[in-house]
């Protein structure tokens, strides 16, 4: 109960019964369950957190049909926008990696920085190429890592993307750059 109390930056040093430990690990659970609920589709997704997501997680948050891909999704029209015409849910920036490959280890301190200062603004996710090639190659991944960014809507389009490692300032200014404020 410590471990994940401490790993979920939660003082527990004044607790000293295990009831109150358990209660305290409950409050977190249950605010990161609220926080993904509105943020995530899936739930799985968590703000200023990096989530290495398998395809039907990411098919999902995306907002496509499993036989949807990228030529598929529409484009972000009155249907799927919010009042003020923006996407309704926060953008997706994918990573697309493998596990052998340097750079994309490269990328990894670097991707949960950005995701820290996103918070809840993107959602940011990787997925591993070697485990979901399917995915990967309706992606049009040719180099590793890419990175895809998707806007918010309900069925979600691919804004712009790079292939290559990045430092955590590149990252952002990726986005913002490609993101309509």
């Given at each position: 109960?410590r471990?994940?109390?401490?790993?979920?930056?939660?003082?527990?040093?004044n607790i000293i019964?295990?009831?109150e430990l358990v209660?305290?690990?409950?409050n977190v659970?249950?605010?990161?369950f609220e926080?993904?609920?509105?943020?995530?589709?899936?739930?799985?997704?968590?703000p200023?957190?990096?989530?290495d997501?398998?395809?039907?997680v990411l098919?999902r948050e995306?907002?496509w049909?499993?036989s949807?891909?990228?030529?598929d999704?529409?484009?972000?029209d009155?249907?799927?926008?919010g009042?003020k015409?923006?996407p309704?849910?926060a953008?997706?920036?994918?990573?697309?990696?493998a596990?052998w490959?340097g750079?994309c280890?490269?990328?990894v301190?670097?991707?949960?920085?950005?995701?820290?200062?996103?918070?809840?603004?993107?959602?940011?996710?990787?997925?591993?190429?070697?485990?979901?090639p399917?995915l990967?190659g309706q992606l049009?991944?040719a180099?590793?890592?890419?990175l895809i960014?998707?806007d918010?809507?309900?069925?979600?389009?691919?804004l712009?993307r790079?292939?290559g490692a990045?430092?955590k300032?590149g990252i952002?200014?990726f986005?913002?750059?490609n993101?309509s404020?």
């Amino acid at each position: 109960l410590r471990t994940q109390l401490s790993q979920n930056n939660v003082r527990w040093g004044n607790i000293i019964e295990k009831e109150e430990l358990v209660q305290a690990l409950c409050n977190v659970m249950e605010r990161k369950f609220e926080a993904s609920k509105n943020f995530s589709r899936s739930g799985e997704v968590m703000p200023g957190k990096v989530t290495d997501v398998d395809d039907a997680v990411l098919l999902r948050e995306l907002g496509w049909r499993p036989s949807g891909n990228a030529r598929d999704a529409p484009a972000v029209d009155a249907a799927n926008t919010g009042e003020k015409g923006t996407p309704q849910h926060a953008p997706i920036l994918l990573d697309v990696y493998a596990t052998w490959c340097g750079p994309c280890q490269f990328l990894v301190p670097q991707l949960q920085s950005a995701a820290e200062e996103f918070g809840p603004d993107v959602r940011v996710m990787k997925l591993d190429s070697d485990k979901y090639p399917g995915l990967a190659g309706q992606l049009k991944v040719a180099g590793l890592p890419t990175l895809i960014l998707f806007d918010g809507g309900e069925e979600s389009r691919e804004l712009k993307r790079m292939e290559g490692a990045l430092t955590k300032d590149g990252i952002v200014e990726f986005v913002k750059k490609n993101v309509s404020a």
